[in-house]
């Protein structure tokens, strides 16, 4: 085809599809599933619940889950995700048990969305600064 076919086409591109489903995963309120938080999730965490406060936070946030898709060691890692920010992951045992809940839902290709609760984060009189924790509400 031509540049002049191309550009006065009638013919509209189709755009693939690039969200995908999100299923919500409800637990029974007991937050039992910590994730892992790097040092490098502490700052978005911090951006998240600040400012600080001497006895932390209990913070409730609505978390995303994405399956890795990368080819290396950390294929079976599930990211979690509060507020667009990356906080930690799934441990190895908690993300295979994740996608194989996925896969009996009959949507091993969808993301999922649970309850979190941000804990920590407190701030000492002499500046010291405990890390924070996040828990989800699955039922793996």
Request: charged share 30%.
């Amino acid at each position: 085809m031509s540049l002049f076919t191309n550009l006065f086409s009638l013919k509209v591109p189709t755009k693939p599809s690039g969200k995908k489903e999100v299923v919500v995963l409800m637990g029974i309120a007991k937050f039992e599933t910590e994730i892992r938080v790097e040092e490098r999730h502490q700052a978005a965490l911090e951006a998240i619940c600040a400012p600080r406060k001497p006895r932390g936070v209990n913070r409730f946030e609505t978390a995303l889950l994405f399956s890795e898709e990368k080819k290396s060691e950390a294929k079976h890692l599930v990211r979690i995700e509060i507020r667009g920010k990356p906080v930690g992951y799934l441990n190895v045992e908690d993300s295979l048990a994740y996608r194989k809940n996925l896969l009996t839902l009959g949507k091993p290709d969808a993301n999922g969305q649970c309850q979190a609760v941000i804990r920590g984060g407190w701030l000492s009189s002499d500046g010291r600064k405990g890390d924070y924790e996040v828990w989800l509400d699955l039922m793996l």
